[in-house]
């Protein structure tokens, strides 16, 4: 594991990481893939190996929701929700008591600034916490009936056995936003962290081990994709809950419709962000660079269709380009970086090819565009906007997921509503004015599953998130977020 930022690692990650090569936590034991097979994790920074994981396969996979079966049909089965409220609130109690240092091992694996990975785990811990008081407040209703001697109700039963797949760019709190509901409706559950970045989910798994929840009620199966697929085949999964890319999203969705497992899918966006002409311009400048190069753009509700008025068009543009050239790029461990590398080789390559498509079509870079200077091996990409593009190019239209942001200018609200709607996506949406009432008309027309008026991201455990059209299907987060996991019995009974 000797690389040069995991040596500036504190003491318990060092020891986490010396404990050894990454194995599954199945029906509560650390156990090595049945085939034995292992997989790298690589620090995005260097390009080297961090350590390596166990790589899940099919065999691995049943074993795993045949773990969380038998938790289902006995030990946390009969946990009784006062308990189970207070064993969530155990593992919040736990996650803040080593946040440091799994932000250490999210910020080695991911690339991303320690202190945004610290904000990740303190967010983790708010969404238990919210989750923990729900635990004790599913209720079913009773049901008015025009027939006379009828009781009628309703009851809210846990899904059952969950199958749970995350992606890199916020692994540990994805992993929570997954969990929490899963803890709180009674479910159990297989998690496969993403292959790029398992090691958060691993010290997860160690924490809820450590705070006495049952064993089997969580299950971790470390892998890459073939291990996902193998895990939502499993004829005994009741459910699905997924986020990653639309592509994999319709596969996954796909398979589950066909032997109708519940399912939801929290995927990809290409999500407009509009300035009007009334913005407070530095407010609007300010929130637009981080709405897109906060997460170095790896994030699903990044704003990476800027409209700004054309009135004022170059003025934010130029706005921009300065803090985009002023950004300090750098390994997410070293204190003074604001802009971490990209989380894989892969995604380097994505993310340059968009850059060279955006030239090809004719976009004009004003920042960036390139690998920086010094990056040794490090997936690093400059900060980059593009202006003078269409509607029609690639780099306006299809989801980039790295630190590139396009700004298109525009003249009226109904040209821009039209223009912002005018994608496969609908996940957010951002709009800067000091016109509240024209916000609200403006929000009400855009097709969005989150609708920001005077910031960017914003959220809280209570407030619902999830994607209109190709952005997805459901919504994490809030009561309704509960939905997702529990089955709705009525009973009626004639007196
Ligand atoms: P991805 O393939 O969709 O990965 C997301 C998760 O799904 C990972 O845990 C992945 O495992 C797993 N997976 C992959 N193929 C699967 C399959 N056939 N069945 C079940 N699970 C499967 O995303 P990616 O390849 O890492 O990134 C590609 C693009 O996806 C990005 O450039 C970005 O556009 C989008 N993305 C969106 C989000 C989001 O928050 N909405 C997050 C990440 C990526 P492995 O990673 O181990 O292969
Ligand atoms: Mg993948």
Known sequence: MATATADALSKPAQEFLARGPGRHFIGGEWVESADGRMFETIDPATGEAITEMALGGPEDAARAVAAAREAFEGKWGAT???????????????????????????????????????????AAVSHLRYHAGWATKIEGETIPFSAPDVLAYTRKEPVGVCAQIVPWNFPLLMAIWKLAPVLATGCTTVLKPAEQTPLSAARLAELIEEVGIPAGTVNVLSGDGATGAALVGQPDVDKVAFTGSTAVGREIGAKCGRELKRVTLEL?????????????????????????????????????????????????????????????????????????????????????GYIAAGRDDGAELVAGGGTP???????????????????????????????????????????????????????????????????????????????????WGMGDPASPFGGFKASGIGRERGHVGLDAYLELKTVIAQL
């Open 80 to 122: 009784s929700p006062s308990k189970r409220s207070g064993l969530i609130w155990a593992l919040a109690e736990a996650i803040k008591a080593n946040l440091g240092e799994l932000a250490e091992l999210e910020s080695l694996d991911n690339g991303k600034p320690l202190g945004y990975a610290k904000g990740d785990v303190a």
């Open 268 to 352: 990809g966006g290409k999500s407009p962000n509009i300035v009007l002409p009334d913005a407070d311009l530095e407010l609007a400048i300010k929130g637009s660079y981080e709405a897109l190069y906060f997460n170095t753009g790896q994030v699903c509700n990044a704003g990476s269709r800027l409209f700004v008025h054309s009135s004022q068009y170059d003025e934010v543009v130029s706005g921009l380009a300065e803090a985009a050239k002023a950004a300090r790029v750098g390994p997410g461990l070293d204190p003074e970086t604001e802009l971490g590398p990209v989380v894989s080789a892969e995604q380097h390559e994505r993310v340059m």
């Open 373 to 455: 200077d010094g990056s040794n091996g490090g997936y690093f990409v400059e900060p980059t906007l593009f202006s003078g593009a269409t509607d029609e190019m690639k780099v306006a239209r299809e989801e980039i997921f790295g630190p590139v942001l396009v700004a298109l200018p525009y003249d009226d609200l109904e040209e821009v509503a039209a223009r912002a709607n005018d994608t496969e996506y609908g996940l957010a949406a951002g709009i800067w004015t000091r016109d509240l009432s024209k916000a609200h008309k403006l929000a009400g027309m855009l097709q969005a599953g989150v609708v920001y008026i005077n910031n």
